[in-house]
């Protein structure tokens, strides 16, 4: 698993006093960044090294993420097939899970335009982020049940109307 | 259906030469202020007003989408729930359809903190947009036959490495 | 002049419930779009046919925008020099005036790294949107004042607390 | 002066591979957290407690930034007058100084709609991060100089044509 961690800004909050939905996808990229950087070592965005295309991608608005406390987004490999891989992120705000959502990409020759059998290097790498989908509930579940003495009081803003 | 007529601008592209993935949510979101609208007439975004809470997203990248021609996004109600809506997105270039989407949102007293029934009068004009996946898909489907004679030449950019 | 009409979406808004101030760079790229269609009719956004390198920009926020309006940016030519152009864009809601800016933009050939002189050509496209500020504050002023009877109700959100 | 870490993410850049020119506001704005903190230490985004509005902001795009690199955003106080001040950011990347700008903020409440006097106490803590242009031109001149041994073959997109 990876973690991200991110400050949310002014601009990323909207009128109703929570971070937007559109704000999520833009997060979740960022946290993609190491999950690129095994299918491409240096970054490069170009269609020679550039190998993946993001086929979907779905969210779930589960609280309000609010200004003023860090964001922890965590990122799961949770399906490795053949040639596309799916990915988990979650994002954590004062102990709580707050949104999800999942994504697959494509491994993709963009010279070609064609998809690509995943190396078995790259998989190895991968498969040290796996987990079920079924575990992670579990153990969220847990973590959530944990925190949950700690943190009634510090979602300020639910009471501003 | 609604029609939001959106002319992309440089930033909504990267490096990979296409509108980024995060750029659709931005988009759909835009193309929902016609039904926002159907819910509180003046839009007015107070937690005493507003009255839809997004619950879940979702988008699919079918084929790239480019700066420089403008993208039509077509929004239906796809179902009408007792206190939720599901909508459909899809944007369309030189066309072409290059992504779909849909959301559901759920009809919200932001002060009470709980789901509403969703009125009759709001149900009525909502339903003037509905239309069942089967129904679209085929007249998407012969959409894109009719339109494929003319644009083949139209996306220049494939051809840039 | 060129005239863009923009529809705010909510997520342009921040929890002081106007127009965040990092969406204004935004508009007026978007504003911006036929002013490179001069240049590069195609708007080809590669090294070898895009001419354009933004050098410096800035923005004055005069009144708070609100969502539930359209934005109306008018874009003007300030000033056409050898190797490079200065752009005013301003931003107009419900007859005011409420943000403006300028920037500069170097004729720029992307291959060779180097400015280029403008051809007269574009020169002279350019000039029919030339205004200097001193006519533009004239004009504005004037504008203002006849709007003004119309629209003192409009701004709904400023009492909201 | 304030150091903020930013991982930009593929969004961030556009189709001329490198940062686009509407990020760097967004940038600069989570750089303003730390500043925000000493103004309203608990970030609350409400009328009641949000007691500073941005009046102006300007940028210089001095050097592509790119992707792949993180970036560090340095941001120092340049000017405390009696309700406003002013701050200066600046985008580093791989030892060198790619973007600056300044922003001027109004010490303003926000239910009686009218500037206020900062505080004395404001005014200690943001003298800690006081420095004249003067000053900092020097220390970045001084700085460039040292880094530029190291850092001539780290842009790797340069050349990409």
Redesign the interface.
């Given at each position: 698993m990876y973690k991200?961690i991110i400050?949310p800004?002014?601009?990323d909050?909207?009128?109703?006093?929570?971070i937007?939905?559109?704000?999520l996808?833009?997060w979740f990229?960022?946290a993609r960044?190491p999950i690129?950087r095994i299918f491409n070592p240096?970054?490069?965005?170009?269609?020679?090294k550039?190998n993946l295309?993001?086929?979907?991608?779905?969210?779930?608005?589960l609280k309000p993420i609010y200004?003023?406390y860090d964001v922890e987004i965590r990122t799961y490999v949770s399906k490795i097939g053949k040639t596309s891989i799916t990915l988990i992120h979650e994002a954590w705000q004062n102990g709580q899970l707050r949104a999800n959502g999942s994504c697959t990409m494509l491994y993709f020759d963009?010279?070609r335009q064609n998809s690509v059998v995943i190396p078995d290097e790259i998989r190895e790498n991968l498969s040290k982020h796996f987990i079920t989908k079924e575990d992670l509930e579990k153990n969220n579940k847990k973590e959530m049940n944990e925190n949950r003495k700690n943190n009634e009081a510090m979602d300020?803003?639910e009471s501003?109307?």
């Open positions: 991200t400050t800004r002014i601009g909050t909207d009128a109703l006093r929570h937007n939905n559109t704000t996808p833009i990229e960022t960044n690129f240096t970054l490069e965005l170009t269609y020679k550039w295309e993001l086929l979907r991608c779905d969210f779930n608005y200004f003023g963009f010279i300020y803003i501003d109307i």
